[in-house]
């Protein structure tokens, strides 16, 4: 991973790399997150020796919608035989965290409820599901 710090390529350290910052390169990159995997020791490569190794410590809660809003320690002292890497899933997530829809209904207003949980759809039991739990869902469509 490289991170354009100014004017300057940089690479990140993988001291606290894990797929929550994974998750978070995906997203910011367009990718889906489902399935983000982190890796460690310049799985894919060592950066270029003129780059620095800029961040180290990164702790990400997989919900930032940019690398820089995570925590993170600078400048680092590893070595680019530490460098991070990721690896994402091709083309854009079925849809956001937290949305819902209705499907197979006879119109828009009327339906089975899905939730999108890591990127997919899928339906909600109907187990505890009353008129309030239903009235949360018509205010969030």
Known sequence: VEVCVGTAWTTICDEGWDHF???V???ELGF???GAMSFSGAY?????????VFF??????GH???????????????????DAGIRCLPGPG????????????????????????FEQWGSICDTMW????????CRQL
């Open 21 to 23: 910052a994974a998750k």
């Open 44 to 52: 894919f490569g060592a950066g270029n020796e003129n780059m620095k």
């Open 25 to 27: 390169i995906c997203r």
């Open 94 to 117: 079925n849809c956001s965290d937290g949305s819902v829809r209705l499907v197979d209904g006879a119109d828009d207003y009327e339906g089975r409820v899905e939730v999108c949980i």
């Open 32 to 34: 889906s997150i489902a």
């Open 64 to 82: 930032e919608n940019q690398l820089l809003a995570c925590q993170y320690d600078t400048p680092s002292t590893c070595l680019h035989s530490s």
């Open 56 to 61: 180290t410590n990164v702790s990400c809660t």
């Open 130 to 137: 009353y008129t309030q739990q239903a009235e949360v869902v």
